[in-house]
DNA sequence: TATTGTTATACTCTATAACTATA
DNA sequence: TATAGTTATAGAGTATAACAATA
């Protein structure tokens, strides 16, 4: 059996990358990584990161939904969604209207140019989905969801 | 002329992520937050973050790798890379030596204490990992690896 | 007393420019 | 001229503390 000890100095050829493939954080990370930087450049043309684009989505599709909801549901922290709201906000997408039952809080709404947008960018999105998962068979991609979902759900 | 009226501004009870729930950059991210708490708390004791574990790991399975061949398996830009390595080496559980054919290149080995940790360090890494995973059978964990590989690779 | 939204601020992570030494 | 490693620094993302208004 070879000793794999101080022989001449070794270097490495091909990155062995094996053991942290086993890994779900890793493989997870890599891909959202991967689908994110796509998502970057083809929702550019609406200004769009996905932080932007996940906050306007829910509010477009939960009329009246308040800041307080929006953090929860994305795990962001109310300081850090301030300026996310008021730039879809300055942009003419949504608007602010009193919360009917709490005086603390600001139901959030989509304008009818924000629903317009967003039916165009959600549409973007699909594509841009399916262009992040060709190498997915319809099948796979259903199921690739369903087993995220279990792990953080 | 009567007023229009308002239809009663809405409230939202439960908040409707559905649509989000459809995109694989939005679900691999929100799994890749959750495991990645999960292993911050874990692997304090180790005095770990998932970088430095990444980084160790795979100077351990690659003896002799560069910092070059670490950014690229990583994604990491040789800048942030500098303190990460440094660090490890801080710790004692690497050592640099000259690359044998390259006199700009630095290789980078795991020393026995390194190797020591890592062994253990992975095992936990294992572990945490079927936690994380404690909703998925065995074989829906192999093909959640897979399918994410399919997304990045 | 607790919660919503907010400001200010600190900390971490990631990105860019430029330098050095070797190829 | 190009590449490996490094420094300094800028920018983006994320976190904590504290406050006013309302519950």
Chains 1, 2 share one sequence.
Do not use: W
């Not at 099948?139 to 979902?149: D, F, G, P, Y």
């Amino acid at each position: 059996m070879a000793p794999k000890r101080e022989s001449p100095a070794p270097f490495v050829e091909n990155v062995d990358t094996q053991y942290l493939e086993t890994l779900i954080g890793y493989n997870a990370r890599r891909a959202a990584l991967a689908v994110i930087e796509r998502f970057l450049k083809d929702m550019a043309v609406h200004d769009f990161r996905p932080v932007d684009f996940s906050v306007a989505s829910l509010i477009y599709h939960n009329p009246g939904i308040t800041s307080r909801q929006l953090c929860t549901a994305l795990s962001i922290l109310p300081p850090n969604l301030v300026a996310l709201v008021n730039g879809l906000q300055k942009r003419g997408l949504i608007t602010k209207r009193p919360h009917p039952n709490d005086g603390r809080a600001i139901g959030l709404y989509a304008t009818p140019e924000g629903e317009t947008l967003m039916a165009l960018a959600e549409q973007d999105a699909a594509n841009l989905e399916i262009a992040a998962g060709s190498r997915l068979t319809a099948a796979e991609h259903k199921t690739l969801l369903r087993l995220l979902q279990k792990v953080y759900l």
